[in-house]
């Protein structure tokens, strides 16, 4: 699937249409190590944006109800799909029984030190970590990556050299969001992991994407 859509024909059919974020641009070649990330919602942004499924058109999800704002670029890993595969494993990481995947593409958090005054943009990230949230009985990954070339987050190999602070207003970010008065939420991180289950969490999503996916290459081309 990858490769069809980055064959000359696919970036020709680039010029005349504009492809679908989540299907018809390339995750990148060198992934899961660096990735392409469409984002959706920057720092700025006072309501959450959502990519619409079906037509690829950033879509108004809700205006976000409090102070808190997402502190860091917010999208997701195009080509991906958080399926039985990431399910799984999420499953097995934690010990619970029945975890699916939530039907997703890949969640990913870019840090950069640059003001991004929008989303609906590509960037090249280099993921470092992630954390493993579930909600409900769904695998809900959110990778942390840092924007390559990125001159203050750059350098990061690993989410343990990523300060303190920073990773606290992710995860009350991430628990709160969603929250609304009166109701109890079913969202919980269980782990903060490092490089290498960030990366087979891509690589299963990639995986998941091309079982349910396989056959859009073959109605494209």
Not at 46 to 73: C, F, H, M, W
Not at 165 to 172: M, N, Y
Not at 179 to 198: L, R
Request: glycine fraction near 8%; charged fraction near 25%; proline fraction near 5%.
């Amino acid at each position: 699937m990858a490769d069809r859509l980055s064959d000359p024909i696919g970036r020709l059919m680039g010029l005349r249409y504009k492809s679908h974020p989540w299907h018809g641009v390339f995750i990148g070649k060198d992934a899961p190590e660096i990735v392409t990330a469409f984002i959706e919602v920057v720092p700025t942004d006072t309501v959450k944006y959502e990519i619409d499924k079906d037509s690829g058109y950033l879509r108004l999800d809700r205006p976000q109800k409090y102070s808190n704002v997402v502190p860091a670029l917010y999208g997701f890993i195009p080509q991906t799909f958080c399926g039985e595969a990431v399910g799984d494993f999420c499953g097995k990481r934690t010990g619970r029984q029945n975890i699916i995947g939530d039907s997703d593409p890949c969640d990913i958090c870019v840090l950069t030190e640059k003001d991004i005054v929008h989303g609906d943009l590509l960037v090249s990230a280099r993921p470092i970590g992630g954390f493993r949230m579930i909600d409900g009985n769904q695998a809900d990954d959110k990778i942390i990556a840092v924007l390559s070339n990125d001159t203050v987050y750059g350098h990061f190999r690993d989410i343990k050299e990523v300060p303190p602070v920073v990773i606290q207003r992710l995860e009350h970010y991430f628990l709160t969001y969603k929250d609304m008065p009166g109701q109890e939420s079913n969202t919980e991180i269980t782990h903060i992991y490092g490089i290498e289950d960030a990366l087979e969490v891509i690589r299963l999503s990639m995986s998941d994407y091309s079982n349910r996916f396989d056959n859009l290459g073959k109605l494209l081309y």
